[in-house]
């Protein structure tokens, strides 16, 4: 079994629109998570952080299930800049991440 | 601007040829970084730990021998895939922890796209 699994989609939305997808990971022991941001061919970037308690940035509402060892992103009033792959990321330990293949979201006008 | 610069950004290189990938960390000290290979519309893939001043940690089914890393110092951690083959072609990424009052935070370098032919 994969460390952190994902949809890979595509989900393709009107702008506008509400989007939302989930990730699974395999670690219970694992302490942090993130959903990172990647464009084509470039690096990814920090999304944001998911806190226990579920937050919120802007229009991007992130959730965390220990009991389910999944966690959720929520896009909002979809833009077209919106448009990219999102990561899940889990930290199991130390400084190492273990990243999901992707979620690919094309916002479309 | 970039906190982790890596260079280069595209490389082209026959064949059983080597070839060297720096990972740079701006303005602060990283004693620690990670290196990631990425095919297509795969997951980042952790191939090992760069450790300043001493061996690297690689993980499972990574060939140490093939891609040498080397941390010579705080701010500098440097892959070299050693005889390049087709298959090795990738998009290689590193990362490095900054320490700050906020706790840690994981930066990446740009990466560098990796084509043998």
């Known amino acids: 079994r994969k460390e952190v699994e994902q949809d890979p989609g595509p989900f393709n939305v009107p702008e506008g629109a509400t989007v939302a997808f989930n990730c699974t990971y395999s670690n219970s022991a694992s302490q942090s998570f993130f959903w990172y941001r990647q464009d084509c061919r470039k690096e990814p970037k920090l999304l944001m952080s998911v806190y226990s308690s579920g937050n919120e940035d802007g229009r991007f509402t992130a959730q965390l299930n220990r009991a389910s060892q999944y966690i959720s992103l929520l896009i909002r009033d979809s833009k077209l800049s919106d448009s990219a792959t999102y990561l899940c990321v889990v930290n199991p330990y130390d400084y190492k991440l273990s990243f999901g293949a992707g979620t690919t979201v094309t916002v479309r006008a | 601007g970039a906190v982790v610069s890596q260079h280069p950004s595209w490389v082209i290189c026959k064949s059983g040829t080597s070839v060297k990938i720096e990972c740079r960390s701006l303005d602060f000290?990283?004693?620690?970084?990670?290196?990631?290979?990425?095919?297509?519309?795969?997951?980042?893939?952790?191939?090992?730990?760069?450790?300043?001043?001493?061996?690297?940690?690689?993980?499972?089914?990574?060939?140490?021998?093939?891609?040498?890393?080397?941390?010579?110092?705080?701010?500098?951690?440097?892959?070299?895939?050693?005889?390049?083959?087709?298959?090795?072609?990738?998009?290689?990424?590193?990362s490095a922890s900054y320490r700050g009052f906020a706790g840690n935070t994981i930066y990446f370098g740009e990466g560098s796209w990796l084509t043998v032919v």
């Open chain 2, 29 to 94: 000290q990283a004693t620690t970084m990670f290196w990631y290979r990425q095919f297509p519309k795969q997951s980042l893939m952790l191939m090992a730990t760069s450790n300043e001043g001493s061996k690297a940690t690689y993980e499972q089914g990574v060939e140490k021998d093939k891609f040498l890393i080397n941390h010579a110092s705080l701010t500098l951690s440097t892959l070299t895939v050693t005889s390049a083959h087709p298959e090795d072609s990738s998009f290689y990424i590193c």
